[in-house]
C-alpha cells in the first residue's frame, strides 16, 4: 500500500501543525513529529487548527533526529528546502513517501541538507523571498505525491455534483 509520510522536525508554530494534522487526515497521510516543539501538544491553537481530525489521525512523536533515524533506517527522505538545487516536481516519489521540513523560522539542520543532496528538493517561488508558509508547503507536496498517484483512494467527484449543480 503507498504511505505519505510527512514529517515536521521541531514544527514551532501550533498552527502550522495543526493545519498539516488536517492534510494528513483529508488525504491518508501520517505525520511524524520530531521533538523539540515548540507549543504543547494539548495546545488550543493546535486542536482548533486540526478541528475534529485528531481521531482520524496516524501520529508519530520523536525525541529528536537520531530517534527518527533509528526507527526508519531504510526510509528514503525527501528533504524540503529553500536551499536545494532540485525542484519538488522534478521527483518521482516512491510508494512509501517520506517528505520532511524544517521549523518555521530556520528550516532543517544545513549539515542534514549538506549530507543529502540528491534528495533536498525546493518548491520554487520569486527571487527575494523567504519561504512559504509550512502548511501550504506541506500541502503543495503531499499533492503533487497523490497527482503522481492519479489521486488513488481519494474520492471520485465533488459533493455539489449531486445537487445537479449547473
Known sequence: MSRINIVLCEPEIPQNT????????ATGASL????????????AKLKRAGLDYWDKLDITFYDGLDDFYSKHPDAKVYYFSTKAKHKYSDVTYPDDAW?????????????????????CVRIPMRDGLRSLNLSNSVAI??????????????????????YNWQ
Open 99 to 119: 517528505i520532511m521540513f524544517g521549523k518555521e523560522t530556520k528550516g532543517l539542520p544545513e549539515e542534514l541538507l549538506y549530507a543529502n543532496p540528491d534528495t
Open 141 to 162: 507536496a503531499v499533492y503533487e505525491i497523490l497527482r503522481q498517484r492519479d489521486f488513488e483512494d481519494m474520492q471520485e467527484q465533488g459533493e455539489l455534483t449531486k
Open 32 to 43: 511524524h513529529l520530531i521533538r523539540p516543539l515548540g507549543f504543547e501538544i494539548d495546545n
Open 18 to 25: 495543526g493545519n498539516i494534522a488536517r492534510t494528513c487526515a
